[in-house]
Nanobody
Framework: QVQLVESGGGLVQAGGSLRLSCAAS????????MGWFRQAPGKEREFVAAESWSGGSTYYADSVKGRFTISTDNAKNTVYLQMNSLKPEDTAVYYC????????????????WGQGTQVTVSS
C-alpha cells in the first residue's frame, strides 16, 4: 500500500505561481509512474500531468501545457507540480496519483491517490 500526501495548495492571484508537492510512503517510489489530476466544483476529475517512473516520458493536458511542470525527486520520494501563470479556471482540488504500470491520462489506470489539496486562483 502506498500513501500519498499532497501539500502546497492555497490562494493565489491570477498570474501567480504555486508549487504542489506529493510525498509517497514507499521505498520503491522510483518504480511508480506519477500523475496529477484536478477536480473543480461541479465538474468531473480531469488529467493535468504525468511523468513515467524513469522520467523519460511526460504528458500534459493542453490547458496547462507551457504553464505547469511535473517533476520527481526520487531521493525524497516526492513528485512536484510547478504551476505558473495561474488562471481562475485552474481553481480546483488537485490530486496526485501513482501507477504501478504505465502513465496515462485516465485516472482508472492509477492505483493510489492522495487526499487532495485545494488551489484557488482569484481574478
Amino acid at each position: 500500500q502506498v500513501q500519498l500526501v499532497e501539500s502546497g495548495g492555497g490562494l493565489v492571484q491570477a498570474g501567480g505561481s504555486l508549487r504542489l508537492s506529493c510525498a509517497a510512503s514507499t521505498r520503491t517510489f522510483s518504480n511508480y509512474g506519477m500523475g496529477w489530476f484536478r477536480q473543480a466544483p461541479g465538474k468531473e476529475r480531469e488529467f493535468v500531468a504525468a511523468e513515467s517512473w524513469s522520467g523519460g516520458s511526460t504528458y500534459y493536458a493542453d490547458s496547462v501545457k507551457g504553464r505547469f511542470t511535473i517533476s520527481t525527486d526520487n531521493a525524497k520520494n516526492t513528485v512536484y507540480l510547478q504551476m505558473n501563470s495561474l488562471k481562475p479556471e485552474d481553481t480546483a482540488v488537485y490530486y496526485c496519483a501513482a501507477t504501478r504500470t504505465f502513465i496515462s491520462r485516465y485516472g482508472g489506470d492509477y492505483n493510489y491517490w492522495g487526499q487532495g489539496t485545494q488551489v484557488t486562483v482569484s481574478s
